[in-house]
């Protein structure tokens, strides 16, 4: 568990910088709520049952929220996302929201998780 605390350290120190420049307030919002994601999912084995990650739980979340787990999803390769996804797709449907901004969202997040591996890798 200790690498995993490591690497959410990381992210967030690199997502800090990020999120501390002067910018679209929204983006950083999503980024924030992204690394929140993060770590309720990787959480999801030692949670109560109550607080525990479930997919299904995500049908009565925002368009955004849910976003913000299917790129957490997505980088972590998890089983979920393909029904993450269809979810999002319904809420943002349900809401009337625009599905490509929350793409883009979804890109800076994978842009900062990227980083964060590449300066892991490679000791920057």
Do not use: T
Request: hydrophobic letters at 40%; aromatic letters at 4%; proline letters at 2%.
């Amino acid at each position: 568990m200790g690498s995993l605390k490591n690497r959410l350290s990381r992210l967030e120190d690199r997502a800090q910088g990020i999120l501390a420049e002067p910018g679209d307030a929204n983006r950083r919002q999503f980024l924030s709520r992204a690394l929140d994601a993060m770590a309720h999912v990787k959480r999801s084995s030692i949670d109560p049952e109550q607080w525990r990650y479930s997919v299904e739980k995500l049908r009565q979340e925002s368009p955004a929220i849910v976003a913000a787990y299917v790129c957490v999803l997505r980088d972590q390769e998890h089983e979920d996302e393909a029904r993450a996804r269809e979810i999002l797709e319904q809420r943002a449907r349900d809401e009337s929201v625009d599905l490509d901004a929350l793409e883009k969202l979804m890109d800076a997040f994978a842009g900062l998780a990227s980083r964060a591996r590449a300066e892991r890798r490679y000791g920057a």
